[in-house]
């Protein structure tokens, strides 16, 4: 029998096949450190990772090394996560790394965030546990170490701001594994005294020297204080876990004493101010007052007591003059009337009405005279009447006939002798 | 009154200023409130000029408290 024999290729492409089906190869963590670093111009990293007996090839392409938050070198301990598998034009196998971390550092940011999401969810940040600063406070307790710059910021922005207020140091380690037991120790401490703002803080330095102001023992320290913590972790981005935790978080130990104490120039000034408000304010009050005062003894009535009786007098004989023009105005009227009255013609000569009528009497009586039949006897005329008949016709008589006439006065009785 | 913290000295002169200037209180209550406020002014301003030197002290082992002072704090 023949011997069979394969290619390279066919070798390597197998190979790479086993690699690439097996799952623990697919998604590997690894740990080591970095040599023969070298950066492609397309941005792809080639590396190799190992440890003090062992070495790996590492590939890392340019669309993972783009995302890196910091710059691989030689030397460098760095955590990995990616696959292996071989490169078949070497035939050799590698780490194709995806995700690359700093080692130490990336634990501690991992520690750190996970530490933050855990005391979020437990409510240590909540705003209604910030308990309030007092404005004025009079013992102020220091917890941080007590050489440095941090202790002696602090205490030269209290003594230049606020000198009455009394400092009480409490020192303590600020970096190391002791710091934060130490810190815990001397928030309980101190709240054991009757101070009214604790500062704790120190000055700023790499994310591993803060690391104790990221611990949970001190956060849950901070959080369980009475007396309100104000953080002074000497670092103005990143904010530690004790800065969440605090009550105030100031950016360095110097902010925190400003915060912690009033100004002693602002507060005299703000004394003076009340001093001037409120005397100027009773001065007007007075001078209001004394006005009032001047006005109610000029005014009329206390300067002249009489003119109120004189004002009363006056409207009362105002008031009868009314009355008496009024009566004098009414009986005037009626005066008037009377001499109207009096004054007219018929009034004063009534006999006028009665000759009026007289000669209106004789005038009718004229008239009727003048119509009375007989009194036209009296011009010498006669009536003749036959039978008490008045004759006005010769035809209606006849000779014989006895007839009456009526003279003016007196009548007589005659015998008609001829008619015609 | 003086033994009272400066903190609520300050907020009974604040008090005062603001209750006489609001107005409307009578003369004799207002004359006592003026007397009353420049008797804290006094005790304020004094509290503040009272401190000759900064009183800084330091937790010791044994539990008690020592004077503080910082190289350049002398």
Request: hydrophobic share 35%; aromatic share 8%; glycine share 6%.
């Amino acid at each position: 029998m023949e011997k069979r024999y394969i290619t390279v290729s066919t070798l390597n492409r197998y190979l790479k096949n086993k690699l690439d089906t097996d799952s623990n190869l697919a998604r590997v963590s690894l740990k080591g450190e970095i040599s023969n670093f070298k950066g492609h111009t397309r941005g792809h990293l080639y590396f190799t990772l190992k440890d003090e007996t062992s070495r790996i090839s590492a590939v890392m392409f340019q669309f993972n090394a783009s995302k890196l938050s910091f710059k691989p070198e030689d030397g460098m301990t760095v955590l990995v996560e990616g696959k292996i598998s071989i490169y078949e034009a070497t035939g050799a196998y590698q780490i194709y790394v995806e995700n690359m971390e700093e080692d130490g550092l990336g634990n501690l940011y991992l520690k750190y965030e996970e530490l933050k999401k855990h005391l979020a969810t437990r409510g240590l940040f909540n705003e209604e546990h910030k308990k309030p600063l007092p404005k004025f406070p009079e013992k102020i307790g220091i917890i941080t170490a007590p050489t440095g710059a941090a202790v002696k910021d602090i205490l030269s922005t209290i003594k230049r701001r606020y000198p009455i207020c009394e400092t009480y140091l409490f020192p303590c380690l600020v970096q190391g594994e002791l710091a934060k037991d130490d810190i815990v120790k001397q928030i309980i401490e101190a709240n054991n005294h009757d101070l009214d703002i604790l500062i704790v803080g120190r000055g700023g330095g790499s994310i591993e020297d803060l690391w104790a102001f990221n611990e949970e023992v001190v956060a849950e320290a901070i959080f369980n204080s009475k007396i309100p913590i104000i953080s002074a972790v000497g670092h103005e981005i990143d904010f530690t876990i004790a800065d969440f935790v605090a009550d105030l978080r100031a950016p360095t130990p110097t902010g925190a004493a400003e915060i912690a104490v009033p100004n002693i120039a602002d507060l005299n000034v703000l004394i003076s101010q009340y001093k001037i408000r409120t005397t100027n304010l009773i001065g007007h009050l007075l001078k209001n007052q004394q006005i009032k005062l001047n006005n109610l003894k000029n005014s009329y009535v206390l300067k002249s007591p009489l003119a109120v009786y004189e004002q009363k007098e006056q409207k009362l004989s105002n008031l009868v003059s009314t009355l008496n023009s009024l009566i004098q105005n009414n009986l005037q009227y009626k005066i008037n009337k009377y001499t109207y009255i009096t004054g007219n013609y018929i009034i004063n000569n009534p006999e006028s009405l009665f000759i009026n009528y007289q000669n209106k009497y004789n005038l009718i009586l004229n008239k009727l005279e003048l119509l009375n039949p007989i009194s036209i006897l009296s011009k010498g005329y006669s009536v003749v009447k036959l039978e008490n008949k008045i004759i006005k016709s010769a035809e209606n008589i006849k000779a014989g006939d006895v007839v009456d006439i009526q003279l003016h006065q007196g009548e007589i009785k005659a015998k008609v002798e001829k008619v015609g | 009154m003086e033994k009272k913290k400066f903190e609520e000295l300050m907020t009974d002169l604040e008090k005062i200023v603001k209750e006489l200037e609001q107005g409307d209180i009578d003369l004799e209550v207002s004359i006592e409130k003026y007397t009353e406020a420049m008797k804290l002014v006094k005790i304020c301003g004094d509290k503040l000029g009272s401190a000759l030197e900064s009183v800084n002290k330091i937790r010791t082992e044994n539990g008690g408290f020592t004077d503080f002072k910082t190289e350049d704090n002398q």
